[in-house]
């Protein structure tokens, strides 16, 4: 077959038609390129954007960590439906007692609290809602004050009660505190009642000794009356030990000191506590190597010591032990001195009690209110002496004190 000829018009149309396709296509292109190069600059600055801002987030996810972990309070974030720990600063770990070697499992949670979360009790729960929790920590009462938030938020019903945070404050010593003033109020209430009482007790008391005196002094009674009379002395004189010694330790005046004859004053309150001694079966002995040594002293006062330190020793000395009461003078650092000892032969001081038997109320016997030796030393004190004791566990006690001569 024979092909038509195609007209050179028309060959040429088509040519040109194709040339102007052909540049509208190059057109295109270029213009498809230079959009496709700004499309890519534009993702390039909107991922370097993206991975600085990733960046910043887990700059500030780190440093809102480190401000957590080194927040003096525990927070703590639970979701408690799936029952699991969303987050846990170290704080909160120590408050609630979790295990820092493993992840926290929700068992970890103290009962009470695991109560307090508890779904069908969190619905009384209110936003802000504070608890205080008394945990036992190695034989000590530890309190911790929970703060309960609901971290859904106003109006979020969906999610409310499912995540929440517990933020944690010890508040032991603010406890301790409250209850160490409660203590005070109470004391001080005490201390006043007692010294009422004190007060009204003294002056029969001050007459019972007039009369106990009178009739020892009677030459006319049998031994039976006498002996009687010597306990009678004894129990008056025992009350009286204790009542001037709630007086004088609630008493806030200062004594009267006087130059006084040390062993003058030492002789008057040896023969004060004979009767306690003989009632106890105790001898009770006096060695003096003072002379006219003075002191500034309040002859009341020391005779108060004396009391107490005998009393304190016939509750721990058996029938037929000793008491003895010596004195001397000593020069000390260039001062002269006066030194009394007064030494048993009881049980002596265990070496845990011995810090701690000059402190108000502390003692080992029960018919002790524990005031006599605090006394001692006060009495002692505002002679501007010094009193201390030395002993070993079934081989009696030495107190010793020493006063400085006129």
Excluded at 15 to 43: G, K, M, N, P, W
Excluded at 75 to 88: D, M, N, R, W, Y
Excluded at 290 to 308: H, K, R, T
Aim: glycine fraction near 6%; charged fraction near 20%; charge should be negative.
């Amino acid at each position: 077959m024979n092909s038509r000829p195609v007209p050179d018009g028309h060959l040429a149309d088509a040519f040109t038609s194709f040339i102007a396709a052909a540049d509208r296509l190059e057109r295109s292109h270029a213009q498809l390129h230079t959009e496709v190069v700004y499309l890519r600059t534009q993702l390039e600055e909107r991922n370097r954007a993206l991975a600085s801002s990733l960046a910043e987030n887990e700059r500030m996810r780190l440093a809102l960590r480190q401000i957590l972990d080194a927040l003096p309070c525990g927070v703590a974030v639970l979701e408690t439906k799936t029952e699991k720990f969303a987050l846990l600063n170290p704080e909160a770990r120590r408050l609630l007692e979790i295990p820092e070697t493993r992840a926290p499992q929700w068992a970890d949670l103290p009962p009470a609290i695991r109560t307090m979360l508890d779904s069908g009790r969190c619905q009384n729960w209110k936003q802000g809602d504070e608890q205080d929790f008394c945990f036992e920590a190695q034989e000590k009462k530890r309190w911790v004050t929970v703060r309960y938030s609901d971290l859904g938020g106003p109006g979020d019903s969906a999610s409310s009660g499912t995540k929440v945070i517990l933020t944690c404050r010890d508040t032991t010593s603010f406890k301790e505190a409250e209850q160490e003033r409660e203590r005070s109020r109470n004391m001080v209430a005490l201390a006043e009642m007692s010294t009422v009482l004190a007060h009204e007790i003294r002056n029969p008391l001050g007459s019972l000794e007039l009369l106990t005196g009178l009739l020892a002094s009677d030459s006319g009674l049998s031994e039976e009356s006498k002996e009687s009379i010597q306990h009678l002395q004894a129990g008056v004189r025992s009350l009286s030990a204790v009542v001037n010694n709630v007086l004088r330790l609630h008493s806030l005046g200062t004594l009267n000191l006087q130059p006084t004859k040390l062993a003058q004053a030492l002789r008057s309150a040896a023969n004060f506590v004979q009767p306690l001694a003989r009632q106890a079966g105790v001898a009770l002995s006096l060695q003096l190597t003072l002379g006219d040594v003075e002191i500034a002293a309040d002859a009341g006062g020391l005779q108060q010591v004396i009391l107490n330190l005998v009393c304190n020793a016939i509750r721990h000395t058996p029938a037929g032990g000793n008491i003895t009461i010596s004195s001397k003078t000593e020069t000390k650092n260039d001062r002269h001195i006066a030194v009394i000892e007064l030494s048993d032969t009881g049980k002596g001081v265990l070496p845990d009690d011995l810090p701690h038997i000059f402190e108000p109320g502390f003692t080992t016997a029960r018919q002790s209110p524990g005031l006599g030796l605090t006394v001692c030393q006060k009495i002692v004190e505002q002679h501007h002496g010094t009193i201390a004791v030395r002993s070993t566990p079934g081989a009696g006690a030495t107190f010793h004190m020493e006063f400085s001569v006129l």
